[in-house]
């Protein structure tokens, strides 16, 4: 009896460590104030949409930092200085990040257009005129860039055509941005009483690179102006600054709830991909993905793959597909996956344990004399 109580206690306390060591691992934000230095973006007299986009990014990113536990905000500017695009969102990509919110301010010929709208990336197919040309504007940042034809492929940010590249674009990530996009855009209806032009999908560069769920904000029309003075007000900066770190705080939450859910399961599975390894026999397997979640059984990025599962190391989740002790089977497996996933490579397991390739072989070439 006092046996089965230690084993008790003994799980409950792995199952602890486990918990704190996935609630410790903190949520990385990139908050991308657009244009600055020699890129102004909108105007109209002497305001300037690089400050106020700056304004509102620093003050969120402040709020998000004083309120929110286990966020990390990094910032792509936090001076008037030009970053190029694709340096934005490298900085999200390099740091890993769970998130990237590029704020901007709109503009439009007609001074009656005004309201805040919110963008991920895509191709609507009711796409509008207007929507069509909020990405093109805010595109044309790269023609203060020195080579952008070879930073962009060939992207031409005064060719409507150029956009064509967006009609083909998948994004893995669009299902969380939608979510994040549409929590943000009420926020702002709810919380800054903005006029409301709602979600949409546009084939902005910005978003295009980052490797993460990804939004565009643009908080209203610096053509307006109404919306002029009350972006370039305290008030407003405050009231925007609010709605967005009201909404990540409750995207944030969320996440946290379905990741707990997450959490629970993956640990029952680790229980079966343990069983399926723990053999005396070394077994090879085709690395093919690293996530820092677990996928669920029906995410794309794991269909028409055989054998798949996962093992954690070093607070992400590395996903394998195949499972054989011949390591010509297995060379035939990541072939086949090379054509989904360049990177994949062979991985060997033995009693559930990751060992070397050529341990592996020396084993199976040990037990076959």
Same mark, same amino acid.
């Given at each position: 009896?006092?046996? &089965?109580?230690?084993?008790?206690? &003994? ?20 908050? @991308? ?45 936090? *001076? ?17 990040? @769970? ?141 925007? $600054? ?56 029906? @995410? ?19 996903? *394998? ?16 996956? $090379? ?31």
């Amino acid at each position: 009896m006092k046996f &089965s109580k230690l084993i008790l206690l &003994s799980f409950i306390l792995i199952y602890s460590a486990i918990a704190v060591q996935i609630h410790a691992e903190p949520f990385i934000l990139v908050i @991308d104030a657009g244009h600055g230095g020699k890129d102004p973006g909108a105007v109209n007299g002497k305001a300037q949409e690089k400050s106020i986009n700056l304004n509102v990014a620093l003050r969120a990113g402040k709020l998000i930092e004083e309120n929110c536990k286990d966020v990390k905000v990094i910032y792509t500017r936090k *001076t008037d200085v030009f970053v190029e695009l694709s340096k934005r969102a490298d900085i999200a990509n390099k740091a890993n990040a @769970d998130m990237f919110i590029s704020i901007h301010t709109n503009a439009a010929k007609s001074t009656s257009a005004y309201g805040a709208e919110t963008f991920l990336l895509g191709v609507e197919e009711n796409r509008t005129s207007a929507n069509f040309n909020v990405a093109i504007e805010e595109n044309k940042a790269i023609l203060y860039e020195s080579d952008y034809e070879t930073t962009y492929a060939g992207y031409d940010p005064n060719s409507p055509e150029s956009q064509i590249i967006f009609e083909f674009m998948q994004n893995e990530h669009q299902k969380e941005s939608l979510k994040m996009a549409s929590i943000v855009q009420n926020s702002l209806i709810n919380n800054a009483k903005r006029h409301n032009r709602g979600v949409h999908q546009a084939g902005f560069l910005v978003l295009w690179r980052s490797a993460m769920p990804s939004i565009l904000i643009e908080l209203g029309f610096i053509s307006n102006s109404t919306d002029m003075k009350y972006m370039t007000s305290q008030k407003g900066v405050e009231e925007l $600054s609010q709605s967005i770190y009201k909404a990540f705080n409750e995207y944030l939450e969320e996440s946290r709830k379905s990741q707990n859910k997450t959490t629970n399961i993956a640990i029952d599975n680790n229980k079966e991909n343990d069983n399926s390894s723990a053999k005396e026999n070394p077994v090879f397997k085709v690395q093919f993905l690293t996530s820092k979640s677990v996928l669920g059984k029906k @995410d794309n990025r794991l269909k028409n793959l055989s054998n798949v599962s996962y093992y954690k190391d070093n607070g992400l989740y590395k996903y *394998t597909c195949g499972d054989t002790s011949s390591y010509e089977e297995i060379l035939a497996t990541r072939k086949e996956v $090379s054509k989904r996933y360049k990177d994949a490579f062979i991985v060997a397991f033995i009693n559930g344990k990751r060992i070397s390739i050529d341990e592996a072989k020396r084993v199976i070439e040990k037990k076959l004399k």
